[in-house]
């Protein structure tokens, strides 16, 4: 197993100058930045394997894993980061902190079985972060310089587990049907008639079943570095066969929610699929769901990795994440504000509305 990890962690020469070949965001290729050679990522023969769920939660546990990686563990946020060796930065993706490359640890994890590759570039991703910190108002000197770094900006592959599964499920209710009453009311300009709206409820039952497709799962416990729910959409339907080809000059973050939370946390969502498909069945104006007898079978899962750049830095000892979707370009952040701009823009107005006031006695 061991020997199998390292081959997969293998750097990969360039055939015509012998540097290292990194992949080539929006391709199927790894590309020499020395003298632009390039060459294309073997495809599977295959699509990627659903794994059987209950296989892993029962006979090998909630803590299995099929090879293992080296990880760097930040002591700062908690952030556990597998980073290449062609990588330079040795910092924390999410808090900048520093990372000591002999503290690296290997730990066993499920391989991921497919991936969704970096569609924006790391000079596209850059200018997208330029022109947003270039619009905002009232940004620090310092966020304007972090926008120049060229070592700012760091693309993430985010781990994720997807869960597939049939669902079935027996409910009782009642379905609402809404209907009007003329009622006559008293007022200060003498009676008046209103419609008002009341609701005729009859009981029901029934079943509802159908195929719950990828349900996804943040993989990364949530500590001070939420993914920003504007940017946490990727289009699955891209996922492609893993191949750590495509984690060359990128950071990949292992999951730190085991399977069985993540099944867990699947769950729930796969209830909030049952009951919209119940409420439709029930049909009407409003629905009440009274009792509802929720299975799951035939479970598989999938642990995948999804893309993401972040910038991270501080000011005024606080810490500011900037996300871009690496598959779609939208992006997120908060942002601080310079008190002495501010105040200047404040002195400022006063000192022209005071001139105004002069010139206006």
Not at 177 to 184: A, N, Q, V
Not at 238 to 257: A, D, H, I, Q, R
Request: net charge positive; glycine share 8%; aromatic share 14%.
């Amino acid at each position: 197993m061991e020997e199998e990890t390292k081959q997969s962690e293998h750097k990969k020469a360039c055939a015509n100058c012998g540097a290292e070949l990194k992949f080539k965001p929006g391709s199927h290729q790894l590309k020499c930045e020395y003298c632009g050679y390039e060459e294309f990522i073997e495809q599977a023969k295959s699509s990627f394997e659903e794994l059987e769920l209950q296989h892993y939660l029962k006979v090998v546990g909630e803590n299995v894993y099929t090879e293992t990686i080296d990880i760097l563990h930040c002591k700062n946020c908690g952030a556990n980061q597998h980073v290449g060796e062609n990588y330079k930065s040795l910092d924390c993706i999410y808090c900048s902190e520093p990372l000591i490359l002999e503290d690296v640890e290997r730990e066993g994890w499920i391989v991921p079985g497919a991936l969704v590759p970096f569609q924006i570039d790391a000079q596209k991703a850059k200018a997208t972060f330029k022109t947003w910190v270039g619009g905002i108002w009232f940004a620090p000197n310092k966020l304007k310089r972090a926008a120049l770094d060229p070592e700012g900006l760091h693309g993430l592959y985010l781990p994720y587990w997807t869960f597939d599964a049939n669902l079935n499920a027996k409910y009782k209710g009642q379905r609402g049907d809404y209907y009007y009453e003329t009622e006559r009311v008293r007022t200060k300009n003498g009676t008046q008639t209103r419609q008002v709206r009341k609701t005729r409820w009859s009981s029901t039952s029934g079943v509802v079943n159908g195929f719950v497709d990828d349900i996804l799962i943040n993989a990364s416990e949530k500590k001070r570095r939420d993914i920003p729910a504007k940017i946490a959409f990727w289009n699955v339907k891209e996922l492609v066969p893993f191949n750590s080809k495509y984690l060359s000059g990128f950071v990949t973050e292992k999951y730190t929610v085991s399977l069985k939370e993540g099944h867990h946390s699947s769950f729930q969502k796969a209830k909030q699929v049952a009951n919209g498909w119940i409420r439709k069945d029930i049909g009407g104006d409003t629905q009440r769901i009274s009792q509802a007898d929720i299975k799951l079978a035939d479970e598989t899962f999938k642990h995948i990795l999804l893309p993401v750049y972040i910038s991270s830095y501080r000011y005024n000892n606080k810490e500011y994440n900037f996300y871009i979707n690496g598959q779609t370009g939208e992006l997120s952040g908060t942002r601080p504000y310079s008190f002495w701009k501010i105040f200047f823009l404040v002195l400022f107005i006063i000192a022209i509305l005071g001139i105004i006031a002069i010139f206006a006695q």
